[in-house]
């Protein structure tokens, strides 16, 4: 029976317990994308509070596809220092960390990138403004930024990456029919809008070899009309399997979701928690890979249920660890009562500031107090 705290490994991945902190933009990066000392802090004190793994804030492989200002960055060499700085920080705290390789498509900022987004598919309502439909040039620089970032990441010395391919960020519009209008090798059937996704796992291996972690996050499903369905996301994932992928991070949902996708707000009792857990079962039936699942786990016992009962074999948490980056350090020295975590979604205010991630309503009850 697997538990909570034990060790586990994937491919050489070794984690000394089954929590990840799943990806989460911290706005704590240069106007470049550099690592600073405030973000290098904030991973600290993640590691501090006992976490199995940390999965970095999505950086950006490309700077055309920036979703975010002061977003963590993986697209130049220069940025190698900084990225250095925050491994070796956590790894002298006794943690593992992944990088999580992304680009914003046609979800990048132009005011910031200076250039017309990047689309699967050009469209009328897809974007305000002019975009620019990838070409099949495009796409084979795309897969080769991908590989490169993922190169750097091991010379900064991260102990795997993850691909994002969730969220409506680029490599969720090839999957999603409501973006992908394609009708070449990168469009149609769902054997060709996972193409992109092929090439790029064959590039990092081909770079990188068959040790090194390779992790994504993919949409279960995408919650909006004619959206990525979990059927074809689970066929999906069937293929990259063969493509030396060694996880897969289950999620769901896009900016165009709205009220379709489950809530990550008022999470106030465990039926509600873990929302994705019943496609996390699909998954299961239908892959032999590591499954980590995140989703409004807020409770231990839940977590825990989630693992012994064989739907997930990780936990990932997102708002939890921005209220109490100790959690899990917390649940494992006994108290095991719920996140306080109250899923207001209030963390971003400050984000959006530029004064980086933080739980606001923890804030204010300090100062109330």
Known sequence: MKKLFETSRI??????????????????ATEEGAATPALIAMMQELVQGELGLIISGHAYVQARGQASPWQLGVYKDELLEGLRAMTEAVHEAGGKIVLQLAHAGCDALSDLTGMEPLAVSCFEGLVDGPCHE????????????????ALRAREAGFDGVQIHS??????????????????DAYG??????VRVHQEI????????????PLL??????????????????????????????DGIEISGGTRDSKEKVPSRMGIDSKDKEAYFQEEARAFREAVDLPLMLVGGIRSFDVAQRLV?????????????????????????????????????????????????????TLKREKKKA
């Open 188 to 193: 149609g059937a769902i054997a060709n809008r």
């Open 308 to 360: 012994t009962e064989g739907p997930a074999d990780y936990i990932s948490l997102c708002r939890p660890l921005i209220r109490e980056p100790d959690l899990i350090k917390r649940w494992k020295n006994g108290d095991r009562s719920p996140s306080s975590c109250v899923s207001d979604n209030l963390c971003f205010v400050p984000a959006r500031k530029g004064e980086g991630l933080s739980c606001l």
């Open 216 to 245: 994504m996050k993919i949409n279960s499903r995408d919650f909006v009309e004619n959206g990525l369905s979990l059927e074809d996301s689970v066929q999906a994932v069937k293929i990259l399997a063969g493509s030396g992928l």
């Open 134 to 149: 990838a070409s099949e040039e495009d796409i084979q620089g795309l897969v080769a930024d991908f590989a490169r970032a």
């Open 11 to 28: 491919n050489s991945l070794e984690m000394s317990n089954r929590f990840v902190r799943s990806a989460t933009w911290e706005g704590l």
């Open 166 to 183: 969730a969220h409506g960020y680029l490599l969720n519009q090839f999957l999603s029919p409501a973006y992908n209008r394609r009708t």
């Open 201 to 212: 796992c064959t590039a990092i291996r081909e770079q990188l070899g068959p040790s090194y």
